[in-house]
């Protein structure tokens, strides 16, 4: 069975995902314990450790339905 | 399916209060039925269901029947997505889908023919229908994708298509907004104005905003409608409204967030406990709510807060169902993970239990996973396993299953081969092997001859009893149908006799899958007599069974078996009683009935009775796909294809055979007369060696092959090819080559007394001798193969090789015994010689894109601008060409349109502002 600890070693890698607005620190667990950080200019940084593609655009469909504005994705250790 | 039909989904949702009018949306949707396809694409709260809701009852959307479909998760497999579909439609067009549903029920369609009857029921519709597409988004399997791509390429005019969604969806946008027949609503067109946040803010607060107030809260929410509706709530009541508004303006958290902690905070303990608990819920009804919150209020809590405009969305007439607004339901659940992060799971636990108890197995099945209730899910889909797996809910299976934790599988021995029958049956071969065995470790620890297992560690689980004692019959029949697929004959055998012998004496369906796959095997080796015996037990224990769509199946096997071995008369009939089977005095006729008059039209073929051949063609087409296996739209063209050959049109027979290669559907069966085998064949009977000779150089055949079952027809082919290469050129070498390699493809087709193989051997053997030079070895040869053929009626293995073979059967004929069938043989000659008939009707119609193609022929486009046009490559448009040329047994441009326009084949234009230039002739 394709468990999470088995597809995220090889392809995976850490992620910055930057929305507009706020996100209160208890939306961590909604985006399976990604790292919330408010920055200065009003927008919320969402970080997160061992993502594959898959996961990665799992935590996006989320962002998607909470009408949060995207405003960047980036990888941070390829 | 599993679980019933939501008749919820397919409700066009209730029409909410406080709307703003918004007639520039209105009415770009009122255009948008000019269009194909109307795009709402936005993210969740911009209003997308309500404008839609508010149009379809507005006056001019209003004629039109209209058919609604709330779309989520679980329509991510294709039989549920059909089926809902389907239902939806024909809640606007009562008249269409019955033949689309009953493919959906049979184990054995592709969604491909499912679309297909559909479109063809649609097209024949006499009234427009609005079908609405609501959340798409949640689509994301590429086979449920697949095939809308192919509706909404194949959407009859009378359908007008609404997707609306968060994302884009996956189809040819692009191509389409060129071509104008798409229209869309996208966010920057739904947000609300300055106006019309004024509008809606007054009505809905019923207080006086200054101008001021409303342009900061429209700034702060950018014209966000469901922040707006929340900030509007909030206000409701309070005092200091200027208050609230500067400090929700100052401050820059999410809109929603901020705004539901507002409102939740001004609700009592027993509303906002009763909000949080529920939010697990994807659906609401009262006796669940109670189920969940353990208090008895549940209806009256759905009503107050329906009334109240607390973001709750009615899912049907009657006030039974509900759903929270997405986003709404988001925001409560992420409070209460964070403020009753224990409840979480004993509230996914209650909903399980309520949904087992009132049968929804689906719903029980997500909210036990979700609550980690991993034995009471593995109970659940271990015992939906057969419904499942009768309703062709391969995708569904296999979502389950993948879900469950692997250690849970490894335990439950029926749920492990469920498994691996869910990866088999959608081709995959990886993982099913480990799973049989895993399940095998449960029911004998020591397998015989191997290694000693480790021990199980635990106790095994088993839900379904009945399940369980069918498996070692069941395992050893997957491990069979492993080997076929992989070429394994022997390992086959072994297997499938392992699975006869444990299968209990009740499990028809058991015993007759065994005794069917050991009859494909020894076909496959060319042991056709075992073969046939086997078959004809498969048909027996299927029948029993109640199976009779596979019993047409088996009769398809054993007709062919008999065609192998020169039985014509035998195929014929077994045939027949296949055909008393599914086509029952009372009843509706059985899938499959189209198999066999195809089946039945192809001896008929092979005895020269063309016109009865296409009779039963014909036939065989009017009863429509459905009750057809997957295998019949090819099949139907080869037969056709040699009804064609036979009369003459090798252009219309070379199409046919190029279409059926497009159609193909493979099967267990052996491929023992592969399509581009076939083609070559008529290739090098026409004279076209060079590219029968092409075609045998890229399958890397060689006259020093070893004679082998599944490729005689191969090599027979390439033999006739040569012969015709040495006719033409005068130059005996080529052939020379090939009368060794027909010698050895005799004496194997002699060894397995494959007559109907032997007779075919001998006809390119008299050619090819008499092509040498060898006149009495080639009559001798001739001679053989009528004794063989004569006693059961064969014409066309002879007579297709028209004016090549025609000296010899006259030098037969001219002494012979004979004689006689010589010279009816002589006479079927005539019809492949000369005339070409002109095709009376259209026996195989142009397809969508050729009927594009077709239209742009009439007119000035030239070959290049029409490939423009239709975005493909310019070869594209020479190969629709062809083929139309083919169909309509024309060779030029200019003859091809008149004939189109003969047949009515161009659609009167409808309404289309770019159609209606062309004046009516």
């Known amino acids: 069975m394709t468990k999470q600890t088995a597809g995220r070693s090889a392809d995976s890698s850490r992620y910055e995902i930057r929305l507009g607005g706020h996100l209160e620190p208890r939306w961590a667990a909604w985006f399976d314990g990604m790292t919330l950080t408010h920055a200065d200019d009003g927008s919320t940084l969402l970080t997160g450790c061992a993502l594959d593609q898959a996961a990665l655009h799992g935590v996006l469909q989320k962002v998607r339905d909470l009408g949060l504005p995207l405003l960047a994705v980036a990888q941070l250790d390829p | 399916m599993v679980g019933p039909l939501l008749e919820t989904k397919l409700h066009v949702p209730r029409r ?186 007054d009505v809905a607060t019923g207080l006086t905003l200054t101008t001021a107030d409303v342009a900061a809260l429209e700034q702060r929410t950018e014209g966000w409608i469901a922040a707006l509706q929340l900030a509007a709530l909030s206000m409701q009541g309070r005092d200091d409204v200027a208050g609230f508004i500067a400090g929700f303006a100052g401050d820059d958290r ?41 208090r008895n209020d549940g209806k009256a809590m759905l009503e107050a807060l329906d009334r109240a405009n607390l973001f709750l969305v009615p899912l049907d007439g009657r006030r039974r169902w509900y759903r929270y607004h997405h986003l709404f339901a988001d925001v409560l659940h992420v409070r209460l993970q964070d403020e009753l ?22 719903e029980a099945v997500h909210h036990a996973l979700a609550g980690g209730d991993v034995a009471r899910a593995a109970d659940l889909v271990e015992l939906a396993l057969p419904a499942l797996q009768k309703g062709r809910q391969e995708a569904t299976m296999r ?21 691996a029958a869910a990866l088999m049956v959608s081709g995959r071969v990886e993982g099913v092997e480990a799973r049989l065995r895993d399940a095998e470790r449960w029911l004998s620890p020591t397998p015989d001859g191997a290694e000693e297992p480790p021990a199980p560690p635990t106790e095994m689980v088993v839900a379904d009893e009945a399940g369980f004692r069918r498996l070692p019959s069941a395992i050893a ?72 769509s596979d019993v047409a199946g088996c009769a398809i096997a ?33 899938r499959g009935a189209a198999d066999v008059h195809v089946g039945i039209a192809g001896i ?15 036939v065989s087409r009017d009863l429509g796909e459905h009750v057809g296996l997957p295998q019949n739209p090819y099949r139907w063209r080869v037969v056709m294809a040699r009804i064609r050959e036979a009369e003459g049109d090798v252009a219309a027979a070379l199409g046919l055979l190029e279409e059926a290669e497009r159609r193909y559907v493979g099967d267990y069966f052996p491929e023992v007369r592969p399509l581009p085998a076939l083609r070559a064949q008529v290739l090098a009977r026409r004279g076209r060696w060079a590219e029968a000779l ?53 004496q194997a087709a002699e060894e397995g007394c494959r007559t109907g193989s032997v007779i075919a051997v001998l006809v390119v053997q008299a050619l090819a001798e008499q092509t040498r030079g060898d006149v009495p070895a080639a009559l001798a040869a001739l001679r053989r193969a009528l004794a063989l053929a004569e006693p059961q009626g064969y014409v066309r293995v002879f007579a297709d090789e028209g004016a090549a073979i025609g000296a010899l059967l006259r030098a037969v004929a001219a002494e012979d015994a004979a004689a006689g069938y010589a010279h009816r043989l002589v006479a079927a000659l005539g019809t492949g010689e000369d005339d070409v008939p002109a095709p009376a009707g259209l026996v195989d119609p142009l397809s969508a894109r050729e009927l594009d193609v077709l239209r742009m022929l009439g007119s000035d486009l030239d070959g290049p601008d029409i490939a423009r046009r239709l975005f493909v490559s310019v070869n594209t448009v020479r190969t629709h060409t062809k083929n139309i040329y083919a169909k309509l047994g024309v060779t030029n441009r200019r003859a091809a349109v008149r004939r189109g326009e003969d047949l009515d084949l161009v659609p009167r234009p409808r309404d289309r502002p770019d159609r209606a230039a062309v004046p009516d002739r």
Request: glycine share 8%; proline share 5%.
């Open chain 2, 694 to 746: 092409a075609w045998a150089q890229e399958r890397g055949l060689s006259v020093d092959d070893d004679p082998d079952y599944l490729r005689e027809f191969e090599h027979l082919t390439f033999a006739r090819a040569l012969a015709a290469r040495s006719a033409a050129q005068g130059d005996a070498r080529p052939v020379s080559g090939a009368v060794h390699l027909l010698a050895r493809l005799l």
């Open chain 2, 604 to 618: 008929l073929t092979e005895r020269g009775d063309l016109d009865a051949a296409r009779r039963h063609l014909l």
């Open chain 2, 254 to 294: 999410y809109v929603v967030d901020y705004l539901v902690e507002e409102v939740l905070a001004r609700q009592p303990e027993r509303v906002r406990s009763f909000l949080l608990q529920t939010s697990v819920l994807s659906r609401l009804t009262g006796p669940l709510c109670d189920a969940l919150t353990g």
């Open chain 2, 341 to 362: 992060p224990d409840a979480v799971s004993g509230l996914h636990r209650q909903a399980a239990e309520w949904y087992e108890r009132s049968g929804d197995r689906a």
């Open chain 2, 16 to 201: 909410r209060r406080g709307l703003v009018a918004r007639p520039r949306l209105l009415e770009r949707l009122d255009r948008g039925t000019e269009a194909a396809l109307t795009l709402v694409s936005a993210p969740a709260g911009f209003g997308k269901t309500t404008v839609l809701t508010d149009w379809l009852t507005s006056v001019a959307a209003g004629q039109r029947p209209v058919a609604w479909l709330s779309l989520d998760q679980r329509d991510n497999d294709p039989a549920v997505f059909w089926t809902y579909l389907v239902a939806a439609l024909r809640t606007a067009a009562p008249g269409v889908g019955a033949g689309a549903l009953a493919l959906l029920q049979s184990p054995r369609a592709s969604t491909e023919a499912v679309l297909a009857t559909l479109v063809n029921d649609l097209s024949a519709s006499p009234d427009d229908v609005v079908l609405v597409l609501d959340d798409y988004h949640v689509v994301d399997a590429p086979e449920v994708q697949d095939g809308m791509s192919f509706l909404v390429e194949h959407l009859p005019a009378q359908v007008h298509l609404v997707i609306a969604g968060r994302a884009d969806p996956a189809l040819p946008l692009a191509r389409w907004r060129a071509r104008g027949d798409l229209v869309e609503l996208r966010a920057a067109d739904l947000r609300f104005t300055a106006d019309e946040a004024a509008a809606y803010l």
């Open chain 2, 399 to 419: 979502r389950w299953l993948e879900a469950l934790p692997d250690e849970v599988i490894r335990v439950r021995p029926v749920l492990g081969v469920g498994h």
């Open chain 2, 477 to 548: 029949m997957y491990r069979a149908g492993q080997a076929l697929l992989s070429g394994d004959v022997a390992g086959t055998v072994a297997h499938a006799r392992r699975a006869l012998d444990l299968a209990g004496a009740e499990d028809h369906l058991g015993r007759g899958g065994a005794a069917g796959l050991l009859g494909l095997a020894h076909w496959a080796s060319g042991d056709l007599g075992t073969a046939h015996r086997w078959y004809s037990d498969a048909a027996s224990c299927l029948e029993e069974a109640g199976h009779v």
């Open chain 2, 558 to 590: 054993l007709a062919d078996i008999c065609l192998a071995r020169a039985r014509l008369g035998e195929a014929r009939s077994t045939y027949e009683r296949a055909l008393r089977l599914v086509t029952p005095d009372a009843g509706p006729v059985l």
